[in-house]
């Protein structure tokens, strides 16, 4: 498949701050101005510091979702999935597990037809408090994600790939929260998401970035946005009922 590999060479297009052409992930920064390699080198630091702090300061939480999850059901406490990252290198995002253990974990959440049947309690709880996110933070002390950008997204959510390797987003690390997380969060379609992907690309800056934070925390105590199950332009599927569904 012609997008799988473009992916795995880690690819991307130009950007309205990249030259024409593709390049490597590792020129991707000298696509960018003095300025904005400046501002890319004080958010890694930002990235670690808050991240390591805040790994430390939510511990008691990690312990009680990991309990919770382990009283629950059985499987792993984290959950780990392959998506897509900077420079369209694949990489293992992080979660507290939400579904029960047999759920195929290579389909969009957004495209099962009934979610609800996969989710469990607790997973509920954690999904719509967004506590399953969490386990994040050690893919941005990794290097893997940045706080702020993108959400990573899985391989087969192609024509959203598609459009995000023409317009440069790959050129930027994924985040634990983003522009369109807190713009229609769960209600935005495929190509509103590219397009605000896009635009924050197009924008990016340590002002934005602080606003995304705080409004990332408005929108999880409202709930504002927050759906499961088909979108508008999404192709639904169905997988077969977890075997553990009757035993949590």
Same mark, same amino acid.
């Given at each position: 498949?012609?997008?799988?590999?473009?992916?795995?060479?880690?690819?991307?297009?130009?950007?309205?701050?990249?030259?024409?052409?593709?390049?490597?992930?590792?020129?991707?920064?000298?696509?960018?101005?003095?300025?904005?390699?400046?501002?890319?080198?004080?958010?890694?630091?930002?990235?670690?510091?808050?991240?390591?702090?805040?790994?430390?300061?939510?511990?008691?939480?990690?312990?009680?979702?990991?309990?919770?999850?382990?009283?629950?059901?059985?499987?792993?406490?984290?959950?780990?999935?392959?998506?897509?990252?900077?420079?369209?290198?694949?990489?293992?995002?992080?979660?507290?597990?939400?579904?029960?253990?047999?759920?195929?974990?290579?389909?969009?959440?957004?495209?099962?037809?009934? &979610?609800?049947?996969?989710?469990?309690?607790?997973?509920?709880?954690?999904?719509?408090?967004?506590?399953?996110?969490?386990?994040?933070?050690?893919?941005?002390?990794?290097?893997?994600?940045?706080?702020?950008?993108?959400?990573?997204?899985?391989?087969?959510?192609?024509?959203?790939?598609?459009?995000?390797?023409?317009?440069?987003?790959?050129?930027?690390? &994924?985040?634990?929260?983003?522009?369109?997380?807190?713009?229609?969060?769960?209600?935005?379609?495929?190509?509103?998401?590219?397009?605000?992907?896009?635009?924050?690309?197009?924008?990016?800056?340590?002002?934005?970035?602080?606003?995304?934070?705080?409004?990332?925390?408005?929108?999880?105590?409202?709930?504002?946005?927050?759906?499961?199950?088909?979108?508008?332009?999404?192709?639904?599927?169905?997988?077969?009922?977890?075997?553990?569904?009757?035993?949590?």
């Amino acid at each position: 498949m012609a997008l799988k590999e473009a992916l795995q060479r880690g690819s991307i297009q130009s950007s309205p701050y990249q030259k024409q052409g593709n390049v490597k992930n590792s020129d991707q920064l000298h696509m960018f101005s003095e300025n904005q390699k400046a501002y890319f080198v004080v958010k890694r630091s930002l990235d670690i510091v808050l991240s390591f702090l805040l790994l430390a300061v939510l511990s008691p939480i990690f312990i009680m979702c990991a309990l919770a999850i382990k009283l629950e059901s059985s499987g792993s406490v984290i959950f780990r999935q392959e998506r897509v990252g900077r420079g369209g290198e694949p990489f293992r995002v992080y979660k507290f597990r939400t579904m029960y253990k047999h759920t195929p974990n290579n389909v969009a959440t957004n495209q099962f037809k009934n &979610p609800g049947h996969y989710i469990t309690k607790v997973g509920k709880i954690l999904r719509v408090t967004s506590l399953d996110e969490l386990p994040q933070l050690l893919n941005v002390l990794k290097g893997e994600m940045s706080l702020v950008g993108p959400r990573p997204l899985i391989l087969a959510e192609e024509k959203i790939h598609s459009q995000r390797l023409k317009r440069g987003v790959y050129s930027l690390r &994924p985040g634990v929260t983003g522009y369109a997380q807190v713009n229609g969060r769960d209600l935005v379609d495929e190509e509103s998401k590219v397009n605000l992907d896009t635009e924050y690309l197009m924008h990016i800056s340590f002002f934005l970035d602080l606003k995304i934070l705080l409004k990332t925390v408005a929108v999880v105590f409202s709930r504002k946005d927050y759906q499961e199950g088909c979108v508008e332009n999404a192709d639904a599927v169905t997988a077969n009922k977890p075997e553990d569904a009757n035993a949590a």
